[in-house]
């Protein structure tokens, strides 16, 4: 097994590892063997030299002076008392016979030390050195001469030196010449080996050994055992010693001891000498053989231990193993397919039912299998399909295999009918891990349940219908009926025919009443009921609400009273209409239930932060109070505390129904406390935003007033915007004429003396920035005529291009009464009719640059689908009917632009990016937030490339979502006239 061969190999990288450090360990050892004995027998030779030196020069010496006829000891050199350790040389001189003649020292030379030469010979002048020999029974006493001397010096008979510790001497000794040469005597010194082997003590230790041997191969001195002076040094041995003045080599025996070791030597040049420095290998490798047996423990320790980490590994990999079946066989047997794909796109995980659900053939069907050749092979087989229309994004995902993390689940349906869920989850290494659910059977119960959710909703719709189709047939008649009795009222009629007139108004008042509730209950339930975000002053408009129903009051003899608590906030952004709709509810209902005493509001703050505040108000009366166990039933629909109440009071039971769904949708909730007869308090509170108080603290801008009536030209090619624009600009106090495109243009100027030019920045035929410079190529007063652009885009390149072309102005969509007026105040002023590069308005509005259409659609858009709060000013701008008007124009333009779109794609994407562009201006006009960002999403797109049919399908479905807003919206409209 693996684990095996991995725990062998270990072993033998253990084992060789230490047997290479022996080994070079052993050759680096005998390596440094050599060269301390090669230093060894030069410093051995340098302290011989010396030593011997110095000998020879008490010899010369000692000669000289007995030539010179100096005879007694205190002649003896000083030095000469140094040689021998603290002993003086004992030195002497002998005659032709061996006689001694002259002794220096106080120490007699041994009888073995005594040195003679042959009369009448001719020796040559030089140091000689014999071999170590024993002493005499006696020595050379002052006088002595003879064997049995027993002169101071003696050692007595038989005695050995007091120099040698065995008796053994050395002698070195030089002949007397007479001058013709011939021998006449000797001068002799005797030392013992040790005294010799002082010279190399500095430099001895317990390993190498030192020798000095004669030319003779016998052993003058040793260090550090003195014993072996005197040995002879084996014939094969001094052989080699003698080929050559130094040099070193091994032996198999020593020649002074058993056992191998090494030898180097060097020769004495001016003596008979060698200086031999020898070990063995027993001290050589002492240290070696301990660390070998310290690395041969720690193999063994590290031997252990990888044995025991590879016991160890097989435990773990058996474990392993075991926890890898455990893993397949649960991997196998999931209901969903699972497979991950590495950074390399290769598949190392996949199970059997991933196999099963995608149908894959075999050879794909193995771990570590291409991805992409699994891909490759869903795509030529049919199996992998994306829709023919789909975007460049989906076309591009699917190629890829959906491995991205904009699509972590998507669904899909195989050729058989299988529904797939495909759930990607990307890691950070850049791996993937995908699982495949069967989703076949949850997707039959989703469209079963789909299906009966549609005819359900599709019932909740047709009541829903019925019941605002009903109540708009209803209110037409009533609204005629109020408007005659009204009318009849303001005529002079007898007093009785104006009791009956009464009586029909306020009947008419009621149903009104009646029939609103009705209708704000259908819009809540069909959710078309939308909350304006209008600033406005609180407590004016409560006040407001309880001055609408003061006379009723003063009526039944109530006090009706409004108090604010310190703090609430002057100017609010909300839903005024909707929150007075609650206040008229809970005051009207105080008034109903009361027979005496008194009604009050009271308003206070909450909760306060910088950008949200709670308020709360509480409407409290003396009426007929409710029972406790019944007060929850007043906030459901059609639900009265008594059926009584109804055929008493009056009502449905509708209004504290739709106070309390009105006050949900405002972040709110309402509630009450009552006892019977007692009276009952009604409390409410809703989340608005602070707002500050504008500059004429009315809660509307100052009425504007032209310097003076202008005659403007609106060039416009959408029927809606030039509806909007030449409303607005006669509410505005001008006169204003219409034309298509800037083609119409430049015969309308030359004909009519306009004082400004509203021109539209992309028409269809001739453009405003090509109508601009045509304008301004006019001569005379024409080519000056003030113009203002009207675009919806606002980026830089687009506002340089208005200022290039020689517009005055740039007013972006949406178009409001203020900003354009203050254009218009700005483009004719007179500092302003000789600028040919205007500045941007101050106050237009920056416009997020377009995102992708994919964004824009309703379900990811953060932009409200419809402002009502936008067409509530544009109806005060350019009049109620104006605005009736401009929606039915946007109803019959918007699908004729979608339809041109459809017959423009792959033919001329210019033509779909004009009618994009005008969709996206009308829509921003009249309040449809959403689609102006779509349709300007799909502009741009299409400037980068070319139109994508999905794309022009998601705008004309938002078309039709934001017609239907526009349907609801007028209903509801009419519902607050």
Sequence with gaps: MLQVGLVIAILVVIWGSLWAHLALEHRRIADDAVDDVEVRALGLEGAARYMIGGIDRALLSARDAWLAGQRGQQAAPAWARSLDGPDPLPL????????????????????????????????????????????GPGGDGPGGDGPGGDGPGGDGPGGASSNGEDGRFLSFSRPILDPDGTCIGTVTAAVTPTALGHASGAIANTHPRLLLVGLDGVVRASQPEALLSGQTLPDAVFHRLADGPAGSFHVDAMPVNDGPGTIAWRRLPDYPLLAVATIRDSDMYATYRADRIEDSLVGGGLSVLVLAAGALLLVVHARMNRSQDTLAATLDNMSQGLVMIDERRRMPVLNRRFVELLGIPEELARPNASFD?????????????????????????????????????????????????????????GSAVRTYTDITARKRTERALAAARDAAEAAGRARTDFLATISHEIRTPLNGIIGVAGLLLDMPAPEEHRRYLEII????????????????????????????????????????AVDLLAAQAMAKGLALHCDFAEGLPAWVTGDPARLRQIL???IGN???????????????????????????????????????????????????????ISRRFGGTGLGLALCRRLTAQMGGSIGVTSLPGQGS???????????????????????????????????????????????????????????????????????????????DVMMPGMDGLTAT???????????????????????????????????????????????????????????????????????????????????ALPAASPLQLLDGGFLGRLADDI?????????????????????????????????????????????????????GHAAAALQHAVERAEPDPADVEALAALVDESLAALEGWEGSAVALT
């Design 590 to 644: 105080a008034l109903k239930f009361t027979e005496q005493g008194e009604v009050r509001v009271t308003a206070s703050v909450i909760e306060a932060a910088p950008d949200r505040v709670r308020i709360a108000v509480a409407v409290s009366d003396t009426g007929i109070g409710i029972a406790p166990e019944a007060c929850e039933r007043l906030f459901e629909a059609f639900s009265q505390v008594d059926t009584s």
């Design 584 to 586: 008229l509810n809970l």
């Design 505 to 544: 108004r306020q009947c008419g008042d009621h149903l009104i009443v009646l029939i609103n509730d009705v209708l704000d209950v259908t819009r809540l339930d069909a959710g078309r009921l939308e909350l304006e975000e209008l600033a406005f002053e609180l407590p004016a408009m409560i006040r407001s």
């Design 373 to 429: 050749e699994v891909l490759r092979w869903q795509i030529e087989s049919g199996d992998l399909t994306y829709p023919a229309g789909g975007t460049r994004v989906a076309r591009k995902l699917a190629r890829r295999g959906g491995l991205d993390e904009m699509v972590p689940l998507y669904e899909r349906s195989r050729p058989d009918g299988t529904e797939i869920e495909v759930r990607t989850t990307l890691l950070p290494n």
């Design 681 to 759: 308090t009604f409390r409410f509170d809703v989340l608005l935003k602070p707002t500050p108080a504008p500059a004429s603290a009315t809660g509307r801008a100052t009425p504007y007033m032209p310097r003076r009536r202008l005659r403007i030209l609106v060039t416009e090619d959408n029927g809606t915007n030039r509806l909007v624009a030449t409303r607005m600009l006669e509410r505005l106090g001008h006169r204003a004429d219409a034309v298509a495109d800037g083609a119409e243009a430049l015969p309308a100027l030359r004909s009519v003396p306009y004082d400004l030019v509203l021109m």
């Design 879 to 931: 009049s109620p009917a104006g605005v009736i008007e401009a929606l039915g124009l946007f109803r019959e333009d918007a699908p004729a632009r979608i339809s041109v779109m459809r017959a423009s794609l792959g033919r001329d994407p210019a033509r779909v990016r004009r009618e994009a562009h005008a969709l996206a201006g009308a829509s921003r006009n009249i309040g449809l937030d959403r689609l």
């Design 773 to 855: 410079r045509l304008i301004r190529a006019e001569p005379g007063a024409a080519g000056r005529t003030p113009i203002i652009g009207l675009t919806a885009n606002t980026q830089p390149a687009d506002e340089q291009a208005c200022r290039d072309a020689g517009m005055n102005g740039f007013v972006t969509k949406p178009v409001t009464a203020e900003r354009l007026a203050a254009a218009i105040e700005a483009a004719t002023a007179e500092e302003m009719r000789t600028e040919t590069s205007p500045p941007r308005p101050q106050d237009a509005p920056e416009e997020a640059a377009p995102v992708p259409l994919a964004s």
């Design 92 to 135: 002497a001189v002998r005659d032709a016979a061996g006689h001694a003649v002259l002794q220096f020292g106080d120490r007699a030379l041994p009888e073995a030390a005594r040195v003679a030469c042959a009369p009448g010979t001719t020796p040559p002048d030089r140091l000689d050195i014999g071999p170590p020999r024993h002493a």
